[in-house]
C-alpha cells in the first residue's frame, strides 16, 4: 500500500507563511532604503565637493569653499547641501560674493547617469550677501553675466531654479553712496523646462517693514543680445503699490517702455520709508499716478499722465528725472474742475494758520523753514476750467509752481471770480545764514462783484459793486508769527459805483442817535456812492490808512487810522461831511478784532446825541466772513 498523500490542508498554510513573510521583508527592506535614500547623509569626501565646485566654477565663475560638514540625499532628487560656505568672484581669492549659511544644490539625474555633475537648482539660506559698495565695484558683473546666459540657454544642463532665503544683503545707495542692509531676504529665479522666460520673485526687510517685488516674463538670452524682452512687473512697499508692464531692452540700446501705475495712501510715509525727496511731499497724501511711459537719457517720460489726488482727477504729460540723485518733475496737468480745498487746509496747517479762533500761541512760533518741502525739483504748470477755494468757485485759471532748492514761485496767470479776473505771484526764498525766509507777494483783482462775493460766503449783501485792488507786500522771518509781524508792502482797494445797505450815511451825518444800530432807519438804510477807495502803507506789520474817501450824492467820508496785522486789530477813524466840503461834521471809530468790529459814534457833546461812543451798525456787519478760513478738520467743499 502506497503512502497516503499528505493533506493540502496541512501544507499550504506553511507556505503561506513563508510568502508573506518574504514579501514583508522585501517591502521593508525597500522602504529602508527609501527612507535612508530621501535622509540627508553627512561625507567627508573632498572629491564630491571638488566635483561641484569645479562645476559652480566652469559654469557660472564663481568658486566655492566650506568648512562646514556635506550632506548628500539620493530622493526624491539627489541634492547636496553644503555649510559654512564662502563664495568669491573668479577665485578663492577673489572678492566676496556670499558667506555663511547653507548651500543646497539638486543635482541633475541625466547627467548624473552620464557620469558627470550638472545643476537643476541652487539655493543659499542664512547667507551674508555682499552686492557692489562702489561704483567701481564689479565683483558680481562676470557671475551674472553668466547665470544669466546659462538660466535663459536652451541647454539641457540649464538650472531651472535660483533662490536665496534668510539672507543679510548688504548694498551701496545710488543714491548718496551710503552703505545699506536689508534683512530677511528672499529671491527666486525659476523657468520652466519648455522656454526661456523667467520669473524673479524677491522679498526684503528695509527700515523694519517688508517691501515685496515679482518680475516676470523676461527672456533672459534676448535681453543679453541686446534684443527686446516682454516683462510684467508688480511691487509694494509700505503706503504704496506699483505695476507695470511692458519691454526693456538692455545694452548699448537701453529702453524700457510701457505702462505704469502708482498708488500711494501716504505719499509722505512712503517717502520717508525709502528715502526718495520730491518737491511739496509733506503737502501731499493719498495719490495715484498712472501713463504711458518711456525712458530718455536717464530721464521717465510720461505722455499720457494721469494724476488722482485729494479726489481731483487731473491729466497731461510729464516727465521725472533723477539725475545727480535729485528728482526732478515736470509736468502739464489740466482738470475739468478741482478742489484744493484740503491742499489749502495742509498747507495752512503747515504754516500753523488754522482759523480765527485758534490762539495765536499755536501759530506765531511755526517754522518757515523750506528745507522739507524743496527736496526736489519741480515745474509744475497747471489749468482748470473751474476751480473750488473752500466756498469760492473760481474759473479757467492758469497757474504755475516752481521749486528748487530753498525756493518756492507759485504764480496765477488768469483766474476769473464772480465777474472779475484775479492774478498774483508768491516767491518763497531760503535768506540764507539762518536768517530764515524770505516771502514776497504781489497779485491784483479787477471787476469783482463785491456783493455775489459776500453771497459765496454766506454772508448777508451789506457791500455791492465791482472792486478792483493791488496789493504788495515782503517780509523775512523764521517763524511764521515774525513773518507778519515783519510784513512791508501796501494795499489798495477802490470801487466803482456801489452800494452799502444797513446804513444811511446821510442819516448819520444829521442825527447818529436816530440812526443807531437796529433802529428802524438802518434796518431799512442804504448809501449809493460814486466811488470808494482806500490805501494802506505798511511797515513791521503795522498797516496805516494814507488815503481813505468815499463820495455820494449828498455826504462824503474819509478814512484815517491803523491796522495790525499781528494782533489782527483795527482802529480806524471815519470823518463823514456834506458833498460840497471836507470838513468832517461827524466822527466814528471803528475799531477790534477782524472777527468782531464794532462802529461807533464819536460824538463830542453827549447830550447832542446820546451816549459817546453809540454803536451805529451791527456787530456783525464788518465781519470778515466765517468761511473764509477753513476749519482744520475740512477736507473739501460742498455749495
Same mark, same amino acid.
Given at each position: 500500500?502506497?503512502?497516503?498523500?499528505?493533506?493540502?490542508?496541512?501544507?499550504?498554510?506553511?507556505?503561506?507563511?513563508?510568502?508573506?513573510?518574504?514579501?514583508?521583508?522585501?517591502?521593508?527592506?525597500?522602504?529602508?532604503?527609501?527612507?535612508?535614500?530621501?535622509?540627508?547623509?553627512?561625507?567627508?569626501?573632498?572629491?564630491?565637493?571638488?566635483?561641484?565646485?569645479?562645476?559652480?566654477?566652469?559654469?557660472?565663475?564663481?568658486?566655492?569653499?566650506?568648512?562646514?560638514?556635506?550632506?548628500?540625499?539620493?530622493?526624491?532628487?539627489?541634492?547636496?547641501?553644503?555649510?559654512?560656505?564662502?563664495?568669491?568672484?573668479?577665485?578663492?581669492?577673489?572678492?566676496?560674493?556670499?558667506?555663511?549659511?547653507?548651500?543646497?544644490?539638486?543635482?541633475?539625474?541625466?547627467?548624473?547617469?552620464?557620469?558627470?555633475?550638472?545643476?537643476?537648482?541652487?539655493?543659499?539660506?542664512?547667507?551674508?550677501?555682499?552686492?557692489?559698495?562702489?561704483?567701481?565695484?564689479?565683483?558680481?558683473?562676470?557671475?551674472?553675466?553668466?547665470?544669466?546666459?546659462?538660466?535663459?540657454?536652451?541647454?539641457?544642463?540649464?538650472?531651472?531654479?535660483?533662490?536665496?532665503?534668510?539672507?543679510?544683503?548688504?548694498?551701496?545707495?545710488?543714491?548718496?553712496?551710503?552703505?545699506?542692509?536689508?534683512?530677511?531676504?528672499?529671491?527666486?529665479?525659476?523657468?520652466?523646462?519648455?522656454?526661456?522666460?523667467?520669473?524673479?520673485?524677491?522679498?526684503?526687510?528695509?527700515?523694519?517693514?517688508?517691501?515685496?517685488?515679482?518680475?516676470?516674463?523676461?527672456?533672459?538670452?534676448?535681453?543679453?543680445?541686446?534684443?527686446?524682452?516682454?516683462?510684467?512687473?508688480?511691487?509694494?512697499?509700505?503706503?504704496?503699490?506699483?505695476?507695470?508692464?511692458?519691454?526693456?531692452?538692455?545694452?548699448?540700446?537701453?529702453?524700457?517702455?510701457?505702462?505704469?501705475?502708482?498708488?500711494? =495712501?501716504?505719499?509722505?510715509?512712503?517717502?520717508?520709508?525709502?528715502?526718495?525727496?520730491?518737491?511739496?511731499?509733506?503737502?501731499?497724501?493719498?495719490?495715484?499716478?498712472?501713463?504711458?511711459?518711456?525712458?530718455?537719457?536717464?530721464?521717465?517720460?510720461?505722455?499720457?499722465?494721469?494724476?488722482?489726488?485729494?479726489?481731483?482727477?487731473?491729466?497731461?504729460?510729464?516727465?521725472?528725472?533723477?539725475?545727480?540723485?535729485?528728482?526732478?518733475?515736470?509736468?502739464?496737468?489740466?482738470?475739468?474742475?478741482?478742489?484744493?480745498?484740503?491742499?489749502?487746509?495742509?498747507?495752512?496747517?503747515?504754516?500753523?494758520?488754522?482759523?480765527?479762533?485758534?490762539?495765536?500761541?499755536?501759530?506765531?512760533?511755526?517754522?518757515?523753514?523750506?528745507?522739507?518741502?524743496?527736496?526736489?525739483?519741480?515745474?509744475?504748470?497747471?489749468?482748470?476750467?473751474?476751480?473750488?477755494?473752500?466756498?469760492?468757485?473760481?474759473?479757467?485759471?492758469?497757474?504755475?509752481?516752481?521749486?528748487?532748492?530753498?525756493?518756492?514761485?507759485?504764480?496765477?496767470?488768469?483766474?476769473?471770480? =464772480?465777474?472779475?479776473?484775479?492774478?498774483?505771484?508768491?516767491?518763497?526764498?531760503?535768506?540764507?545764514?539762518?536768517?530764515?525766509?524770505?516771502?514776497?507777494?504781489?497779485?491784483?483783482?479787477?471787476?469783482?462783484?463785491?456783493?455775489?462775493?459776500?453771497?459765496?460766503?454766506?454772508?448777508?449783501?451789506?457791500?455791492?459793486?465791482?472792486?478792483?485792488?493791488?496789493?504788495?507786500?515782503?517780509?523775512?522771518?523764521?517763524?511764521?508769527?515774525?513773518?507778519?509781524?515783519?510784513?512791508?508792502?501796501?494795499?489798495?482797494?477802490?470801487?466803482?459805483?456801489?452800494?452799502?445797505?444797513?446804513?444811511?450815511?446821510?442819516?448819520?451825518? =444829521?442825527?447818529?442817535?436816530?440812526?443807531?444800530?437796529?433802529?428802524?432807519?438802518?434796518?431799512?438804510?442804504?448809501?449809493?456812492?460814486?466811488?470808494?477807495?482806500?490805501?494802506?502803507?505798511?511797515?513791521?506789520?503795522?498797516?496805516?490808512?494814507?488815503?481813505?474817501?468815499?463820495?455820494?450824492?449828498?455826504?462824503?467820508?474819509?478814512?484815517?487810522?491803523?491796522?495790525?496785522?499781528?494782533?489782527?486789530?483795527?482802529?480806524?477813524?471815519?470823518?463823514?461831511?456834506?458833498?460840497?466840503?471836507?470838513?468832517?461834521?461827524? =466822527?466814528?471809530?471803528?475799531?477790534?478784532?477782524?472777527?468782531?468790529?464794532?462802529?461807533?459814534?464819536?460824538?463830542?457833546?453827549?447830550?447832542?446825541?446820546?451816549?459817546?461812543?453809540?454803536?451805529?451798525?451791527?456787530?456783525?456787519?464788518?465781519?470778515?466772513?466765517?468761511?473764509?478760513?477753513?476749519?482744520?478738520?475740512?477736507?473739501?467743499?460742498?455749495?
Amino acid at each position: 500500500m502506497s503512502p497516503r498523500p499528505s493533506s493540502p490542508e496541512l501544507i499550504e498554510p506553511v507556505r503561506t507563511r513563508t510568502g508573506t513573510g518574504a514579501r514583508v521583508l522585501a517591502v521593508a527592506a525597500l522602504g529602508a532604503g527609501v527612507v535612508a535614500a530621501c535622509l540627508p547623509w553627512s561625507v567627508t569626501s573632498p572629491r564630491l565637493l571638488a566635483m561641484v565646485a569645479d562645476d559652480l566654477a566652469r559654469s557660472y565663475g564663481i568658486a566655492l569653499t566650506a568648512d562646514g560638514p556635506t550632506e548628500i540625499a539620493l530622493l526624491p532628487f539627489p541634492r547636496l547641501n553644503v555649510s559654512g560656505t564662502r563664495l568669491t568672484a573668479g577665485g578663492p581669492d577673489g572678492a566676496i560674493l556670499a558667506e555663511g549659511g547653507q548651500l543646497s544644490l539638486q543635482l541633475s539625474l541625466v547627467a548624473l547617469a552620464m557620469g558627470r555633475i550638472d545643476l537643476d537648482a541652487v539655493s543659499l539660506d542664512g547667507a551674508a550677501v555682499t552686492l557692489p559698495l562702489s561704483e567701481t565695484d564689479d565683483r558680481w558683473h562676470g557671475p551674472m553675466e553668466r547665470i544669466v546666459r546659462r538660466f535663459g540657454s536652451e541647454a539641457e544642463s540649464r538650472p531651472l531654479r535660483l533662490g536665496l532665503t534668510r539672507a543679510t544683503v548688504t548694498v551701496r545707495d545710488p543714491r548718496d553712496g551710503a552703505i545699506q542692509t536689508v534683512s530677511d531676504v528672499t529671491l527666486g529665479l525659476t523657468s520652466p523646462f519648455w522656454g526661456t522666460r523667467a520669473e524673479i520673485v524677491a522679498r526684503g526687510i528695509w527700515r523694519e517693514r517688508d517691501a515685496q517685488l515679482r518680475l516676470s516674463g523676461l527672456d533672459l538670452p534676448a535681453l543679453l543680445d541686446g534684443r527686446v524682452s516682454r516683462f510684467a512687473a508688480t511691487a509694494s512697499w509700505p503706503a504704496a503699490t506699483f505695476d507695470a508692464k511692458g519691454s526693456v531692452a538692455l545694452g548699448a540700446r537701453y529702453a524700457v517702455s510701457g505702462h505704469l501705475r502708482l498708488a500711494s =495712501q501716504s505719499l509722505p510715509e512712503m517717502l520717508d520709508w525709502s528715502g526718495v525727496t520730491v518737491a511739496l511731499a509733506p503737502l501731499l497724501d493719498a495719490l495715484v499716478v498712472e501713463s504711458d511711459f518711456t525712458t530718455e537719457a536717464g530721464t521717465l517720460i510720461l505722455p499720457r499722465l494721469r494724476v488722482e489726488m485729494g479726489g481731483n482727477r487731473l491729466e497731461g504729460a510729464g516727465s521725472l528725472a533723477l539725475a545727480g540723485g535729485r528728482p526732478a518733475i515736470q509736468a502739464t496737468l489740466a482738470a475739468e474742475t478741482l478742489n484744493i480745498a484740503p491742499l489749502v487746509r495742509d498747507l495752512a496747517t503747515a504754516f500753523g494758520i488754522e482759523g480765527d479762533a485758534r490762539p495765536a500761541s499755536e501759530w506765531t512760533g511755526r517754522s518757515l523753514s523750506l528745507a522739507a518741502a524743496t527736496m526736489g525739483d519741480l515745474d509744475l504748470r497747471l489749468s482748470a476750467a473751474e476751480t473750488r477755494v473752500g466756498p469760492l468757485l473760481v474759473e479757467d485759471v492758469a497757474a504755475g509752481l516752481i521749486v528748487r532748492s530753498g525756493n518756492v514761485e507759485a504764480s496765477l496767470g488768469r483766474a476769473n471770480l =464772480q465777474g472779475g479776473t484775479l492774478k498774483g505771484r508768491v516767491v518763497l526764498g531760503d535768506a540764507g545764514e539762518d536768517r530764515g525766509t524770505e516771502v514776497k507777494a504781489q497779485g491784483a483783482f479787477e471787476g469783482v462783484d463785491l456783493g455775489a462775493l459776500l453771497t459765496a460766503f454766506g454772508e448777508e449783501r451789506w457791500l455791492v459793486g465791482p472792486a478792483k485792488g493791488s496789493f504788495a507786500m515782503d517780509s523775512r522771518a523764521a517763524t511764521m508769527g515774525d513773518l507778519v509781524a515783519n510784513a512791508n508792502g501796501r494795499a489798495g482797494l477802490a470801487v466803482e459805483g456801489g452800494t452799502i445797505s444797513g446804513l444811511d450815511l446821510g442819516a448819520l451825518l =444829521q442825527r447818529p442817535a436816530d440812526a443807531a444800530a437796529g433802529s428802524p432807519q438802518q434796518r431799512i438804510g442804504r448809501t449809493d456812492f460814486s466811488s470808494a477807495a482806500v490805501t494802506l502803507r505798511f511797515k513791521d506789520g503795522q498797516g496805516t490808512v494814507t488815503q481813505g474817501r468815499l463820495a455820494a450824492p449828498t455826504v462824503a467820508a474819509s478814512l484815517a487810522g491803523t491796522i495790525s496785522l499781528d494782533r489782527r486789530h483795527l482802529d480806524i477813524r471815519a470823518g463823514l461831511s456834506p458833498a460840497e466840503t471836507e470838513v468832517p461834521l461827524r =466822527q466814528f471809530g471803528i475799531t477790534g478784532p477782524w472777527d468782531a468790529i464794532v462802529v461807533r459814534a464819536l460824538l463830542a457833546d453827549a447830550s447832542e446825541a446820546g451816549p459817546r461812543g453809540l454803536a451805529v451798525m451791527k456787530p456783525d456787519l464788518l465781519r470778515l466772513p466765517a468761511k473764509a478760513a477753513l476749519p482744520a478738520t475740512a477736507r473739501s467743499y460742498a455749495p
